[in-house]
């Protein structure tokens, strides 16, 4: 099951932190953010809008869970919630 979320957006002006990769692809770590808490995704598929992704971490805690967000949840984005992409 999908789960929809309200994402944090990056500004007009603040691009994609990309690391080892130089665009959003499928088998890509984009980090997001919800409620201030950064979540890892890893693209499943980037070739619809919304995007899809399954959530791998929560970097910057010890959690497998923030809310109803959870390791291993489907997620919806697009380009605009991605804050930083990585191999």
Request: glycine share 6%; net charge negative; charged share 25%.
């Amino acid at each position: 099951m999908t789960t929809q979320i309200n994402w944090n957006e990056r500004t007009e002006d603040q691009p994609i932190v990309f690391d080892s990769v130089n665009e959003v692809a499928e088998g890509c770590i984009v980090d997001l953010d919800y409620e201030g808490v950064t979540i890892s995704a890893k693209v499943t598929n980037c070739n619809e809008n919304p995007w899809t992704g399954e959530i791998t971490s929560f970097p910057d805690s010890n959690t497998t869970e923030h809310g109803k967000l959870k390791v291993g949840s489907t997620i919806q984005f697009e380009d605009r919630h991605v804050f930083r992409c990585a191999a």
